[in-house]
């Protein structure tokens, strides 16, 4: 599970996040402050939706501090930049129906934000490796799901393959399986913890 998205944006500093206000009020954000990043390395800015706030109290208010109410602009060498923190965790420690709503609903509108103030389009899939192990019945039921949609994959067993097994682990601190990683265009890559057929469904633009 990715914690948070950052995309490398085409503008200038200023100009990402004058462009990240903008798009945000278009969204009916409502921008609370800016505030600066230590060193001068760019600007958080902070921003929130009131309905959004009012269904995560209502449902689960220990969730609160997980809902994405701040984009970071931030130079790195001689990039730019913008991102977010992902509500994914919201999923993964609710099974409220609202709240997977909520969560999914706050996901495409802070990426819409954050491509639009970039400058770039949707991240595009190029490659698809699932860790798996010759027991496990999730992966099995994934790697059956990933073949029914005509998704070409690379399924590679941890318990089989140490050094595969010590690639996951340090690209993303799991144990556990299944992990899917996806790599995307330009070498950006993300890793999905467990079986997670919405999350798979929207990277991978597949219509269930």
């Known amino acids: 599970m990715n914690f948070a998205y950052f995309r490398k944006s085409n503008f200038s500093l200023d100009e990402t996040v004058s462009k990240v206000a903008q798009n945000a009020e278009k969204q009916n954000f409502k921008i609370l402050a800016q505030a600066d990043l230590p060193k001068e390395l760019g600007k958080m800015i902070l921003i929130c939706k009131s309905d959004w706030l009012g269904t995560l109290m209502e449902e689960n ?3 609160v ?3 994405p109410c ?3 602009v931030m130079k790195k060498g001689d990039d730019v930049l913008v991102g977010t923190s992902q509500p994914s965790i919201i999923k ?3 099974q409220s129906p609202k709240l997977l709503e909520l969560a999914n609903t706050a996901e495409q509108i802070i990426k819409n934000v954050i491509h639009e103030s970039a400058g770039v389009g949707e991240l595009k899939p190029t490659n698809i490796k699932l860790y798996s192990t010759t027991t496990c019945p999730y992966c099995k039921m994934e790697a059956k799901w990933l073949e029914e949609k005509q998704v070409k994959f690379d399924e590679v067993h ?3 393959d140490e050094k595969e097994a010590d690639d996951m682990v340090k690209k993303t601190g799991q144990m556990g399986v ?3 990683a996806i790599q995307y265009e330009g070498g950006e890559e993300e890793f999905i ?3 997670d057929r919405e999350k798979l469904s929207s990277i991978l633009d597949i219509k269930n």
């Open 61 to 63: 208010q220990n969730l």
């Open 65 to 67: 501090g997980f809902l």
């Open 70 to 72: 701040s984009i970071t």
């Open 92 to 94: 993964a420690l609710s």
């Open 158 to 160: 941890v318990d089989l």
């Open 178 to 180: 299944p992990v899917t």
């Open 193 to 195: 913890v467990g079986f």
